[in-house]
Structure formats: C-alpha cells, structure tokens
C-alpha cells in the first residue's frame, strides 16, 4: 500500500514516521519546505518525545514526482489545503484521500480535486523542532469516515485506519465522523481565539468566570449549528474544555492561535468560528458570538498589515 | 463662584483654564499629578489647538487645602472616581457635583459622597502635552442636568452651565442629561474596545464589514438597554460613528482604549460596556455582544500580570 502525507509539518510527520514503521506500507510525503524534506531524505523523519520513532520515508516539494497512490493524508493547515490537493490531486486518481486537518470544510475543497475523500480528525499533537525532527507533544485518537458528499468506500476506510493502528496511530473507521470532527472544531473555536484575542493561557481563560461563560456562549452555539444537521457529539466538549483547564494537562498551555497572532501568522479562524457560522447560516443557526469573535481575529489579523 | 476642577487631566484642563479666564469665577483644581499640580501654581494651565488659553488658577495634590467650593466637576478616568471623590468631598458640603466623564455609574459612585448632584456629558478632548500644557484637539458641546436619584437644584445646573458657556465651552442645562451620556458610552462602547482588541484604528474597523457589523451588534444592544430605561437618544450613535470613520474626521484615530491596552493600562471598559450589561441586566435586557467585549478586555488586563 503506498500513501502519500500531503503537508509534512508536526502532525503530518507523526502520520508519515509512524506508517513508514510498517513493512506493507510505502510512504511519501509531500511539503513546501525544501529544508524539511532535504533532511528527510538525507537522514529519515525523527519524531522524539511521546514515542521515539524514526521513519524511512521519500519526501519531495515537487508534487510531480509523486507516484500512482493508494492513499493520500492531507496534513496541512486549513488555509493550505486547496493549493496543496491541487498540486498533489494527479497521485490520487484511483486513490481515496483522507483529511486529518483542524476545521470545517477542508473535505470540500479535498472533494474538488479527488474522487474518493474521507473525514478525519486526529488529536495528536506535536511541533517541528528542526527540519526533520518533529517533537511529538500529544499521543491521541483518530477518527476516520466516508465523507458523505463524495465518500471512499468503506473498505478503504477500514483498510487506512488499520495501517495506522498498526502503526502506532490509533485510528476508528466510522459510517460518520461528523461527531468527533465537531467536537474538535467546537473545542478550538471556543478556547484558541479567546486566548488569542487575551494573550492568556488556556487555564487563564478558564479561571474567569467572565470568559469562561463566553467559552460555554460559544460552545453552545456550536451546538446548536451541529445538531440542526443531526450530527451528534461524541462527548460533551465542555468536559474537554475543563479537562484540558487542570494543571497537569494543559493550564499553562498557548493556544496554536495565540502562538499564530504573536508570529504575526495568519490563523485557522476562517475554517473554526468562520466554518461554525457558514454552517449555522445554511441551517438557519444564529451564531452572533462565534461571528463576533471571527471578526475580531481577522482585524487583529488585518492590523498587521497597517 | 468657585470652581474645583477634580481631576486635572486631559478634560479636566479644558474646564480649568477656560474657566479661569471669568471674572466671577475662582477655579481650583485637585489633581494627584505632583508635577502638572507644581507648574499649574508656577505659569498657569496652558491649552493649545482648538483654541490658545492661559488659565491662572490654584492647583493642588493636597484635598484638605481645598476651600468651600460651589460647584465641582469630576473629570477623572471612570475609576478613579471614588478615591477623587472621597479627598474632595468636604469642599462640596454646600455645593453641587457635576460629572463630565466616560462610562456609566459616576454619579451613583459621586452621590455617595455628597448631596447634590449633576449628569454630565461632554465631548470636548485633549492630552496632556507635558505638566501645565494640554493640547486641545476638538471642541464640542457639553450637556448638564440634574442626577435623578440625588439632584441638584436645576438653578444651579443653569448657574454652572451659563458660567461653561460664557468661558468658551458650550454647555446646556436640560432636564435629562440621559440621552447625550447614553449617545456618548453607546459610540464609545461600540467602537473603543473593537479598536483595542484590533489594534486598528476607527476607520479601518468601520471599512471591514464584519467588524462594522459587531459594532452595530454593539449599538443595538446598548439602544435596547437605553429604551428600557426611557431613555431617548439625542441622536443615533451610528451616524456618528460613521461620521467618525471619514478620513478628514477620525479615520486613522487610534481609541483611547486602543492606547491604554498599548501601554498595558488598565482601561474604562468596566464603566462602558460593563456599565450597559449593569443597567441591561436591571432591566431584564440580553447583552451578550456587550458582556463577551467586556470579558474579553478583562482578560487582555490580566494578561498584563501573568
């Protein structure tokens, strides 16, 4: 089985050198950093931290080089994914694609340029340390499924969430992966930009009681827009919320976002609250609070460039 | 007549040196700026700008040097009007307490403190150039009238907006001084903090539609609080926020909100925003743009001491 890892960054390299473990399983990973995939073809992709893993792997910037694959994993950030399935598309034709991405909506933009796609969510975490050495912060689940407006068969579901398993990545295969797809996005959509927008840590924001009601103002909405298309939950992501709000897991934690606005880095703010908004208007959904913080996030956004 | 300026800052000083420049006025003026008091007392308060004045009047950081006075005027920032109010009371014993500061609930915190007093509005501003020295950059008008739960006599709201008026800073004494103040905090809560958590200026939040249409959220929150209390606006806070927005008025003004969160000061949002879910929550009137705006500073404050 070859696949190809389409965005080799933190989280796409703990799918790429984790697969590479496997005998029955060729892997190549595509990214636009020439550094990154140097490395990775000089020296193997080394994940370091919550497994000690090194993957033996092709990596090219050069999507033309891609071989004929039986699964592509599109890893990039959300803003990304059109360019990179455009450029990558051809490696898919008898292929199905799955993503793994934060946010709503990369499975229409996947679903432009392929055949056969799959919904993903993964919660697995890592930062890129060096070209070629992905420091592996956050083991986790992931969650595949046909993705309903052009779906893989779901033998080819079954058949990619094996492999990672087996690789070291648990992974379901699921008739609906709508249910943890939001409770992620409704997660991020609540924390990340009100860290963002504060400068405080994860456990800050939730010890405010101010903003912690802001937090749960914004999941509700989240709610609602996900139930008016009847994809239910898989948990409550308040308990998410006030898990990840104790010390010893993630108190002190800088949303990806906040890390984002302070690098002057565009965010992921159109595909969290702008994708909970998009939804909750084509299901008649009021979303005034998720609208209210994704306009504010693309001004600080826009602020930069004064 | 004898007047104290309590709170000799940006506003303030307007009132003082205009004030100064009467014959049957006596000014005084309590500030806690041992530096600005000290060149007041040595070459007089001077304005610049909008108009040159030279006001010759008795400074000081001391509240127990302060004579009887017949009138006050408050012109501290939102909180620092207790302890001002607290030091100076004594001198207003047999005198009436004007207020011409931002935000919601000044005259509550005043009327604790003395007996009579008076709503004020006033949209005249400045900044301090250097101690002794305000720059004067927009004139404009100021409206008084007595403070419904504690007033003072409407004779003596006439009495000091006639002594403003002849010194140059256009005051009208009405029976409800409700419609200017709300007009006023409606714009200042609906656009102030938009500009502090952007970082972009008046103009550029007015030119993005999503943003312009948080402020709006904003305004209509704040209007419904207002009627709930029977009070009608003076006019409509959107047109002066989009007479704001043109590029010969204040298009690249950066709020004072903005400024303060610069400087990691702590800033009025408590009296602004703070103070329409105050009044919304009394009246059983959802403010959910307003309460997530205010929290949301909040938390920009703190970030401040992590």
């Not at 073809?41 to 090219?60: C, D, P």
């Amino acid at each position: 089985m070859r696949i190809c890892i389409v965005g080799c960054g933190a989280v796409g390299s703990l799918f790429a050198a984790n697969l590479a473990q496997l005998e029955d399983v060729e892997v190549w990973a595509f990214d636009t950093s020439r550094e990154h995939v140097d490395a990775i073809n000089a020296s193997g992709l080394r994940l370091s931290g919550a497994g000690e893993v090194l993957g033996r792997l092709r990596a090219t910037t050069d999507a033309q080089e891609l071989p004929a694959c039986d699964f592509g994993i599109v890893a990039t950030k959300a803003m990304h994914t059109e360019p990179a399935i455009r450029a990558t598309a051809h490696a898919f034709a008898a292929g199905s694609v799955a993503t793994v991405q934060n946010g709503l909506g990369n499975e229409q933009v996947i679903a432009a340029h392929v055949e056969r796609v799959i919904r993903g969510t993964t919660f697995p975490a890592g930062k890129i340390v060096e070209p070629g050495h992905v420091q592996w912060d956050v083991k986790g689940d992931t969650t595949l499924g046909p993705f309903d407006e052009q779906p893989a068969p779901f033998a080819d579901v079954e058949l990619l969430a094996d492999a990672c398993t087996r690789a070291g990545m648990p992974t379901r295969a699921v008739e609906d992966a709508r249910g943890p797809q939001w409770r992620k996005v409704i997660f991020n959509a609540s924390t990340n930009p009100i860290g963002a927008l504060t400068g405080l840590t994860h456990g800050r924001v939730c010890e405010r009681p101010d903003l912690r009601a802001l937090v749960s103002g914004l999941v509700n909405e989240g709610k609602a827009v996900a139930a008016a298309q009847g994809i239910e939950l898989d948990s409550d992501p308040e308990v998410l919320i006030d898990h990840a709000a104790k010390p010893e897991v993630a108190y002190g934690h800088k949303a990806s976002m906040l890390q984002d606005v302070e690098a002057h880095r565009t965010t992921e703010i159109d595909y969290l609250n702008g994708g909970i908004v998009g939804f909750g208007r084509q299901h008649g959904v009021p979303t005034p609070l998720n609208e209210a913080i994704w306009a504010l996030v693309k001004g600080v956004e826009q602020s930069w460039q004064q």
